[in-house]
């Protein structure tokens, strides 16, 4: 599992979850066949839902590639503890409900950590 140490994020300045160091900081990288209307990336430690990654969801992604960066900050607002999560990126189907769990592709990252710096 990949640890990284990250600054704390100020929920009242919330930095961009489109820009960041691919090297140093945990990210999810995402290349759509096809648009979707709605990606919501949640955030998990263990099997439990913590919330929505700041930044989600996102509307109307066009096909190709995108990243999303991890601050530590939740979109309501809520800091991260320190410790170890993955993430749940759900894209919806072209024509999908939202309401059907079957018009969404979903996929689930890898466990990482985080620390934030001193």
Wanted: charged share 25%.
């Amino acid at each position: 599992m990949a640890h990284y140490t990250i600054a704390r994020p100020d929920p009242a300045n919330p930095p961009a979850t489109d820009e960041g160091d691919q090297g140093s900081q945990p990210n999810v990288y995402m290349t759509l066949l096809v648009g979707s209307a709605l990606v919501h990336i949640d955030v998990l430690r263990g099997e439990e839902e913590m919330g929505s990654l700041a930044g989600s969801p996102q509307v109307y992604l066009p096909r190709g590639d995108s990243r999303v960066f991890i601050s530590g900050l939740l979109a309501d607002g809520t800091v991260l503890e320190e410790g170890s999560y993955s993430l749940r990126v759900k894209a919806l189907r072209i024509f999908g409900d939202e309401e059907k769990d079957e018009d969404w592709d979903v996929v689930k990252t890898v466990e990482f950590g985080i620390k934030y710096a001193s």
